[in-house]
């Protein structure tokens, strides 16, 4: 049942992706990225007792490397967004003495 759900949403992503107006992204993104992370986190956190060490040793690893591949892309996009703020050279005038 799972996978038949996790394929459907798959599906629907680009549809949802497609829907956001872009005045609306920001605080999807941010209001989602909170989201998730605090149902991965009850998630865990409620099964935690019915894990092996070894799964949950497997799981926390796996969460960090997303987390930390999640880290280093939005480090290349803000890198990359102010990459192309280009600050205007102003002329300083002096005022003859």
């Known amino acids: 049942m799972f996978a038949n759900f996790q394929q459907r949403f798959g599906s629907l992503r680009r549809l949802f992706i ?3 107006d872009p005045e609306n992204l920001a ?5 989602g990225s909170n989201r998730q992370f605090q ?3 009850e998630m ?3 099964k935690q007792s019915k894990l092996s ?3 949950l040793g497997y799981i926390l690893k796996e969460y960090t490397l997303n987390l930390e591949k999640q880290m280093n892309w939005a480090n290349r996009m803000s890198n990359r967004s102010r990459s192309k ?3 205007t050279a ?4 002096s005022k003859p003495r």
């Open 18 to 20: 497609e829907l956001i």
């Open 27 to 31: 605080t999807f993104f941010v209001d």
């Open 39 to 41: 149902m991965a986190q």
């Open 44 to 46: 865990l956190e409620s």
């Open 53 to 55: 060490p070894a799964d």
């Open 85 to 87: 703020v280009i600050p």
């Open 90 to 93: 102003r002329q300083k005038t």
